[in-house]
Each structure stands twice: as structure tokens, then as C-alpha cells.
């Protein structure tokens, strides 16, 4: 990835926050099996989460809210889609159970705090699709159904 998207990246979510990096890494990954290029006029992004992912694959690809080429289908998972309108063909990527899991401790600032805040937000379990094994807060499965919106029939997309 070079250091102008990165760059890009960084200056358009505010920070460099790890989606952004995994969504810079996505992105490339998506170009890269479709053979394409940033800012080819006929791409289409598709985030699968409303957070940094999203920011990431503006600035790697070229799509953009504002042209209307890129778009969030919020399913809260770590996942976008790149495809070409002409073709309807996409590539999406998603995380899968990741090697982030066994990094070790070099990888982290470790710091002892005190604490001044009470928890205020909502917690909720992440779960598995029954459907695709993907993960995914529990308060967006379906109601009634242990899937997720791709599994419920209210996909972008068909494998």
C-alpha cells in the first residue's frame, strides 16, 4: 500500500485506528484479485460495518459516498466488497478467525490506569451466524433467527 492512500487513510478518519489498517490491507486484497485499479470509474465498495472499514476502502479504492460508489450495508462484520457495475463480479474479503489472536505483547502498549468512568453503553454478545459461521454483535441477528442480514435473505450479494 502506498504511503499517499495510507497517508489519505488516515487524514479522511481522523486517526490510524487498526480497521484502518485492515481496512487499507482488505482493500488491496479486493483490487488485487479483481485485477483493478484505484479509482477505476466502474468500482463499487461496499462496507459491511459503518466504521473505520469504511473510511479505508474510500481511500484505497476511489469509491466514495459522495460519487455514489460506495455504500455500508451495516451487518457488523469486519467485511467489504469491491466489485466492477459493468460485470456484477466482486471480490469481498471478511476476517476470519485471525492470527491476531496470538500476537504476542510486543505488539501492544500496555499501561496500568485508574479507571473515571462508569460503563454506560449496551453490550452485546458477539455471536456465530448458523448460517455462514461468521461473527457478529448479537443484537444485529435477525429476530427470531440465529442469522445474520446476508444469511436472512437480505443480502447484497450471492455467493
Known amino acids: 500500500m502506498d504511503k499517499k492512500t495510507v497517508n489519505l487513510a488516515i487524514e479522511l478518519h481522523g486517526h490510524l485506528a487498526p480497521g484502518i489498517a485492515l481496512g487499507l490491507r482488505m ?22 460495518t459503518a466504521r473505520c472499514l469504511a473510511d479505508a ?27 466492477d457495475v459493468r460485470t456484477k463480479k466482486g471480490v469481498r474479503v471478511a476476517l476470519k478467525d485471525a492470527q491476531l489472536l496470538t500476537l504476542d505483547s510486543s505488539y501492544f502498549l500496555i499501561q496500568n490506569v485508574e479507571i473515571k468512568k462508569n460503563q454506560s453503553f449496551e453490550k452485546s454478545d458477539i455471536v456465530r451466524c448458523t448460517k455462514c459461521n461468521e461473527l457478529i454483535p448479537q443484537s444485529l441477528l435477525i429476530t427470531g433467527k440465529d442469522y445474520c442480514k446476508a444469511c436472512g435473505d437480505r443480502s447484497y450479494y450471492e455467493l
Not at 34 to 48: C, P, R, V, W, Y
Request: proline fraction near 0%; charge should be neutral.
Open 57 to 83: 476502502m474510500q481511500a484505497a479504492t476511489g469509491c466514495t459516498l459522495g460519487h455514489g460508489n460506495a455504500c455500508v450495508e451495516d451487518y457488523g462484520k469486519l467485511a467489504i466488497t469491491i466489485g
Open 27 to 48: 482493500s488491496e486484497l479486493a483490487l488485487s484479485r479483481l485485477n483493478a485499479k484505484k479509482g477505476d470509474k466502474h468500482l463499487i465498495g461496499i462496507s459491511e
